[in-house]
């Protein structure tokens, strides 16, 4: 039995993964930013956490800790999406998107490497996204966030070289989620309007026939029981998991650039 700190565990992606922690016995510390969205299961305790607002990152995880005493697993999974033409995106939007989805994640990691570091044990896996290196149109904010995840989870594993501490930077592709429906709008330029409206429905169309979270589930059950977790995996359908970033990584930017706007069609 393991004891697992869980963030964005009310829905999705982190609802599935809890479910399926507490069924295989071990302890859930699920976090939400409504208490009464996490349901109620057996192992599995509630904590209040806004991924905007640092002093409940901290009090969560250490009322967690207190609670626990120890955590064998963080999971850093909670997130939300911006959609909207980067021309004319607010900064604010853009800070608010890295701090939920980059800093908001690193102070969580850092408060677990601390606590880990002294029991020298620890596992991390960080959500980040497949969007970090195959990027959606008008959603660069959550793309270039999800790049700065990776590439600081990238940073970490190299300093934990000879270190018993293991961290994974796990990247879905499209999974079926209520994600799109939460992603916040800005769409009030007529220039990208036909463009925003066409990849729009292309996202809409890839969620609707994406895999459902449990197979995200499945994969962080795999890296839990691993001696060795491989510092990074994604998880998806074949197309977007495993044959798009193959054939990716042997081209040219232009090319790649070509190949995604054939995609979205725009
Ligand atoms: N679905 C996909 O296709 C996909 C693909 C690649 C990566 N991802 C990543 O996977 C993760 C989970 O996404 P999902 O698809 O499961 O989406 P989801 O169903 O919308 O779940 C998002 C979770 O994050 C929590 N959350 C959102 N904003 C938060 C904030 N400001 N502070 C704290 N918690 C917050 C939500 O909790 P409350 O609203 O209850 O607070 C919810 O539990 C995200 O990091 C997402 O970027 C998803």
């Not at 697992?4 to 399926?20: D, H, P, Y």
């Not at 997130?79 to 607010?90: D, K, M, S, T, V």
């Amino acid at each position: 039995m393991k004891r697992i700190f869980i963030t964005g565990a009310s829905s999705g992606i982190g609802l599935a993964i809890a479910k399926l922690l507490v069924a295989e016995g071990h302890e859930v510390w699920g976090t939400s930013r409504n208490l009464e969205r996490v349901p109620k299961m057996p192992r599995c305790h509630p904590m209040r956490l806004d991924l905007t607002d640092p002093l409940s990152i901290e009090q969560a995880f250490n009322a967690a800790l207190a609670e626990a005493r120890y955590f064998d697993v963080l999971i850093n999974n909670a997130g939300a999406g911006h959609f909207g033409a980067a021309e004319f995106l607010p900064v604010k939007t853009i800070a608010s998107q890295f701090q939920i989805l980059v800093f908001g994640q690193i102070q969580l990691m850092q408060l677990a490497l601390r606590h880990m570091q002294a029991r020298g044990d620890g596992l991390i896996i960080n959500v980040s996204s497949l969007a970090s290196r195959l990027p959606v149109p008008f959603m660069a904010a959550y793309n270039s966030a999800k790049a700065a995840l990776a590439a600081f989870t990238m940073s970490i594993q190299l300093e934990l070289a000879h270190s018993p501490l293991h961290i994974v930077d796990l990247q879905p592709a499209d999974i079926s989620t209520e994600f799109n429906e939460r992603v916040r709008k800005t769409n009030k330029t007529d220039r990208y309007e036909a463009r925003i409206t066409k990849t729009w429905e292309i996202v809409e169309r890839n969620m609707k026939k994406a895999p459902s979270p449990d197979l995200v589930a499945r994969h962080v059950l795999k890296l839990i029981d691993a001696v060795h977790p491989p510092p990074q995996i994604t998880v998806g359908n074949v197309f977007e998991s495993k044959i798009a970033p193959l054939i990716f990584r042997f081209l040219p930017q232009r090319v790649r650039l070509w190949g995604l706007r054939r995609y979205y069609e725009i």
